[in-house]
């Protein structure tokens, strides 16, 4: 009887060590996938990067700077291919949105960032003619982030 005992014993000791190997595996991979994670502050970080290139692109830029006035106040004017020309600078502008909407949405940028961000983006948005978002739209078409900035853009 002992030795049944005793091997029960031991049968047990190696199922309670072969689950605290299997848990110790599953919280070194979280943990590791967590680490391999962004955090909302290197989002952040990501989001200034982004909004710095931009502006550095208009003060390294005169013909930029132009291009973006003269979409502002007179587009009708523009030059096929300045049309084009501004578009893609808006469009970087929305890529970075939907940058900070996609992390946000995934729960990485904080909800105190995106509101910031958020805020950020919609005044600017608001600020560029409207024909930078209708004719970059199809970019983004068939997502939330499309529908939540047209329906944005559309309130005013």
Do not use: C
């Not at 072969?18 to 848990?23: C, I, K, R, S």
């Not at 919280?27 to 990067?49: A, C, G, N």
């Amino acid at each position: 009887m002992k030795k049944e005992k005793i091997s029960l014993y031991a049968s047990l000791a190696e199922i309670v060590s072969a689950l605290a190997v299997v848990l110790s595996l599953l919280y070194v991979s979280s943990e590791f996938r967590r680490s391999q994670m962004l955090s909302s502050r290197d989002v952040d970080v990501i989001l200034y990067d982004r909004a710095s290139q931009a502006n550095k692109a208009i003060y390294e830029s005169a013909d930029l700077a132009n291009l973006i006035i003269k979409a502002q106040m007179r587009a009708d004017t523009l030059s096929a291919a300045d049309r084009l020309r501004y578009l893609s600078y808006q469009h970087d502008f929305f890529d970075s949105w939907e940058i900070a909407w996609i992390y946000h949405q995934n729960g990485i940028l904080d909800e105190a960032s995106w509101k910031e961000w958020d805020q950020w983006y919609a005044r600017k948005a608001k600020l560029i003619p409207k024909f930078g978002w209708i004719e970059n739209q199809n970019n983004f078409t068939g997502t939330a982030f499309h529908d939540y900035v047209s329906t944005l853009l559309k309130e005013d």
